[in-house]
Each structure stands twice: as C-alpha cells, then as structure tokens.
C-alpha cells in the first residue's frame, strides 16, 4: 500500500497570505496524484488531478507541482473560502490511498 | 448540475447488515464509475470500493473485502453498497463519488455527495 504524508498538520495564515501544502508518497506514484478541498459538514471537492491540472471551475491561485514521491499544493494568495481541510489521493495502485489531511485555518 | 444523494445509514449492530444507496442524476450515470468513500468524522479518508463505469470491474479495500458488495443498476441511475456482518471500525460517513472520466476510469473523483452516517453499535 502507498501511504501518502501529508504537512503540516495544520497552516495557521492570513486571507492575502500564499500557502504551500506538501505530500510526500511512499513509493513513485509517477505523478497520478489528486487533491481535494473539504469544508465542514460536506464531501470533498477535486481541486488538482494528476499533479498539476485544476479541476472544473477551480481557480487559477490554485496550482500543483510535483512528481514521483514529492508534491506541493500552492493557493497563492488565500481569499476566506479556501479555509478548509486538503487532502493528496493517489491512483497509481489499489488500495487508492488519501494523506491525512492539512488544515489550512485563519 | 451533477447529483448525489446517498441514503440507507443509519445505527446498526455489530453483525448485522445495511444497504446504502446512491441517487444520481444530473449526468449520464452510466458512463461513470462509481465509488464509495468513508470517512470517521473529523479524520481522514479510506476509499471502500470501486466498481467500472460498464460493470466490469470491481475493487474493494482489504479491510471490506469479503464483507461489502458494490453495485449499480443503470435503469434507475443508482449506485449500491451492501455491508454484511458489520463492525465497530465501519462507522464512519460514506460518500458517494463519481469518477472524472467518462466511459474510461481516472480514479479521481470529481463530485461526491454529501454523505450519509453508519454507526456501528451495540
């Protein structure tokens, strides 16, 4: 099983302020790797797919770099409503696996 | 838009089964895989099981295997998840999810639904 490791744990930051979210794989995952946005109360919503592409209707401050066993997430200028929990997701080898999550809070 | 709307959580004892079922619309149901995902409240994600957007294949985490069936009925736009001989390290909320590509799998997900609540108790 890939296991994927997600830091920090937790990003305290301001509404302007650039974060930088990392997901480091157990083994190569050759750059088939997701991340997900979650709030409170729903289901996650796909903000990058394989490593680097934005998802429907994600806007352009997100971006995602990485590959092989080393990724980042950067929203480069946080408005209110990225404030949530990121989760990496990879889909090179069953069991697909998530990271633990990085909270991004105010 | 896209929706999914799952149903059939609830308590249940340990041994015992549920069925969850997902209603979707929104979208041409079948030309997407499916998925189910859980997720114990306040921590991470485990995907559960899988199956292909024509049926074909069907993939379950070891922790469920043996135990969970996934589904789909196509006439009625609905995915399933039968749970047999249920546990306590079962409860959590299980999503619903679509897969990004159409008539192909990406095993990403690009909608999910908000979750409904299985708690496994005695």
């Known amino acids: 099983e890939i296991v994927l490791t997600q830091s920090p744990a937790t990003l305290s930051l301001s509404p302007g302020e650039r974060a930088t979210l990392s997901c480091r794989a157990s083994q190569s995952v050759r750059g088939l790797l997701a991340w997900y946005q979650q709030k409170p109360g729903q289901g996650p919503r796909l903000v990058i797919y394989?490593?680097?592409n934005r998802a429907t209707g994600i806007p352009a401050r997100f971006s995602g770099s990485g590959s092989d066993t080393d990724f980042t997430l950067t929203i480069s200028s946080l408005e209110p409503e990225d404030f949530a929990v990121y989760f990496c997701?990879?889909?090179?080898?069953?069991?697909?696996?998530f990271g633990g999550g990085t909270k991004v809070e105010i | 838009q896209v929706q999914l709307v799952e149903s059939g959580g609830g308590v249940v004892q340990p041994g015992k089964s549920l069925r969850l079922s997902c209603a979707a619309s929104g979208f041409t149901f079948k030309n997407h895989g499916m998925s189910w995902v859980r997720q114990v409240p306040g921590k991470g994600l485990e995907w559960v099981a899988v199956i292909w957007y024509d049926g074909g294949n069907k993939y379950y985490a070891d922790s469920v295997k043996g135990r969970f069936l996934i589904s789909r009925d196509d006439s009625v736009n609905t995915l399933y998840l039968q749970m047999d001989s249920l546990r306590d390290e079962d409860t959590g909320v299980y999503y619903c999810?679509?897969?990004?590509?159409?008539?192909?799998?990406?095993?990403?997900?690009?909608?999910w639904g908000q979750g409904t609540l299985v708690t496994v108790s005695s």
């Open positions: 999810a679509r897969d990004r590509g159409t008539t192909l799998m990406t095993l990403d997900i690009d909608n």
């Open positions: 997701q990879q889909r090179t080898n069953w069991p697909l696996t």
């Open positions: 394989d490593a680097s």
